[in-house]
């Protein structure tokens, strides 16, 4: 599959008509929601997993030096925590050049959790058995989309012990900064919505204190 995937985005006609859309962001969308937006509230979807098994050639790295960024995995039981935005549709357009290196629509179903006004208790973290309630119960859900990269794009890079991509991640820089600074700001963005993911932490505790110096060649 090519790097691009704009045209393709673009020929999917799943919400035409639609007066607006629910997108749900679990990586930069999370902190970096540079586009114009009705509603924001925090959700998550079932059955799948965020991980850094992405490269990144136009954002976070260069085509010769590739950073990592997020996308999903299938996985029956797994809870991807995130944010979901009530969006236009003349803003998929620009998000579909955006996200497209690799990135796809895909249709799925988003669980929205209380908000802060919402709830009793600001200190109150989502756990899986919450979750898992919410998931069962008859909670507010709606249909949206995601962007994920499938593995089947070309710059699907899968997965490697944490150590590696960390030191991966620290070397990275592109048009839109640090390859360090995309993880560290999703790690921090997440620990604000109260999400412990296992995923991130051990990326963040891997990652070197400051960027390692090039060899010389």
Request: glycine share 8%; net charge negative; charged share 25%.
């Amino acid at each position: 599959m090519s790097l691009d995937t704009t045209h393709a985005n673009r020929r999917m006609t799943h919400f035409d008509g639609h007066d607006s859309i629910w997108l749900f962001g679990y990586g930069s969308l999370i902190w970096k929601a540079d586009f114009p937006y009705h509603e924001r509230r925090p959700a998550y979807i079932y059955g799948w997993d965020r991980r850094f098994w992405q490269g990144s050639h136009d954002h976070r790295g260069t085509p010769e030096a590739p950073g990592r960024v997020v996308t999903l995995i299938r996985r029956p039981d797994a809870i991807c925590y995130g944010m979901a935005y009530r969006i236009g549709p003349e803003v998929l357009g620009s998000l579909d050049v955006r996200e497209k290196n690799g990135y796809l629509r895909e249709i799925v179903t988003l669980h929205f959790l209380p908000t802060a006004s919402e709830t009793s208790s600001r200190t109150a973290s989502p756990t899986r058995s919450q979750a898992e309630t919410h998931h069962t119960s008859t909670a507010e859900r709606d249909e949206g989309l995601v962007y994920l990269a499938g593995q089947d794009n070309a710059a699907f890079l899968g997965d490697a012990p944490h150590g590696v991509i960390a030191e991966q991640i620290a070397r990275a820089h592109g048009p839109s900064g640090p390859n360090r600074d995309y993880l560290l700001n999703l790690a921090a963005s997440l620990e604000a919505m109260g999400v412990e993911d296992p995923h991130i932490r051990e990326l963040v505790h891997h990652l070197p204190a400051t960027p390692p110096l090039e060899t010389p060649r």
